[in-house]
């Protein structure tokens, strides 16, 4: 190599660390989770579909839910392919 070579852009994080706004996202207007706290759903579990409640929005593309009928301790973070729809 003959010149110096240039160094690559940093990552987006570092920007956000520094205090500085990253560049938006252009998935970030598509990446709303469609569920609210509160919504009636239907979750697939091993092949069987139940009946469940939001409880809270985690992430994008997961939430948490509580089977009815059953106590909390059957409680389950649920990603978005389960649900199968609404009630």
Known sequence: VERPVPSPP???KTPRAAGLRAE??????RAVNPYKPGERVRVRWR???YAATVL??????RVLV???G??????EVV????I????
């Open 56 to 61: 809270e929005v985690t992430a994008k593309d």
């Open 10 to 12: 940093p990552p987006p």
């Open 79 to 82: 990603a978005l392919d389960r």
């Open 47 to 49: 092949g069987s579909v």
């Open 70 to 75: 059953h106590e909390s301790a059957w409680d």
């Open 66 to 68: 509580r089977y009815e």
């Open 24 to 29: 938006p996202d252009a998935g970030a207007a």
């Open 84 to 87: 199968v729809g609404r009630k």
